[in-house]
């Protein structure tokens, strides 16, 4: 996992945790449409990462 994907994953938790903690029904769900955003570029940036190596790999053979 990259240190990129890493900060993103933590941003998910950290808006996670602040939606668990707002009584405000608008900041809760800014909150959690935060998180989505942070995991689907995490999830965007370890496949980018995977497609790199795969390709440095065949290359490489």
Not at 33 to 54: C, H, P, V
């Amino acid at each position: 996992m990259s240190t990129e994907s890493e900060l993103c994953r933590a941003r998910a938790a950290q808006a996670r945790s602040e939606a668990d903690a707002s009584t405000l029904d608008n900041v809760r769900d800014r909150c959690l449409r935060a998180e989505a955003a942070w995991i689907a570029m995490a999830e965007r940036g370890e496949r980018a990462d995977t497609m790199r190596a795969a390709i440095a790999a065949s290359r490489a053979v």
